[in-house]
């Protein structure tokens, strides 16, 4: 599922938080008390959707916010699975003949395996991070969303872009 797919993925960084901030904090709430999850979740997809609404550069998306346990450890994961143009037809039987359309979709499930776009998994313990970031134009400026609009968190190199610089020098 998700989780294993953020967790294998050679785009996947670990992270901490730089400073206090509302996912710092939300995270924080949740660890003391799970049974505020569902109103938890909805402030980060607030907090998403009012980056997203205020900068049309982000792609749109379906954002799915789980809270599982592993290895007797609380865990909140998000995950953005954005919007990929696909086309289908529709044929509508009118009057004795066919009519065909072409109609262009979006959706994320038209993949059987959807890429995650942009992802991250805290630990509720420690609040560690593992995190997919994208780039995106934001105020006229290349940014990772993740790192410096969601999360405000410092990040170590994945081992994609470990390889890159490696494959520079060599």
Do not use: W
Request: aromatic letters at 8%.
């Amino acid at each position: 599922g998700s989780i294993e797919k953020i967790l294998s993925s050679t785009e996947m960084k670990y992270a901490e938080f730089i400073d206090n901030n509302e996912i710092k904090t939300l995270s924080e709430k949740l660890s003391q008390d799970l049974k505020g999850f569902k109103s938890i979740s909805e402030e980060i997809a607030s907090h998403y959707f009012n980056l997203l609404s205020n900068n049309p550069a982000i792609e749109s998306g379906d954002l799915l916010i789980t809270l599982f346990e592993m290895s007797n450890t609380n865990y909140l994961c998000v995950t953005k699975h954005n919007y990929k143009s696909f086309i289908t037809r529709e044929i509508k039987n009118i009057r004795e003949s066919n009519s065909i359309s072409i109609i262009k979709n979006q959706s994320f499930l038209f993949s059987s395996r959807p890429k995650l776009d942009e992802s991250f998994i805290i630990n509720l313990d420690t609040l560690d991070i593992a995190l997919i970031d994208k780039r995106y134009e934001i105020n006229g400026e290349k940014a990772n969303i993740l790192e410096e609009y969601i999360l405000n968190c410092k990040t170590a190199l994945s081992d994609k872009e470990k390889v890159t610089i490696f494959n520079k020098v060599v």
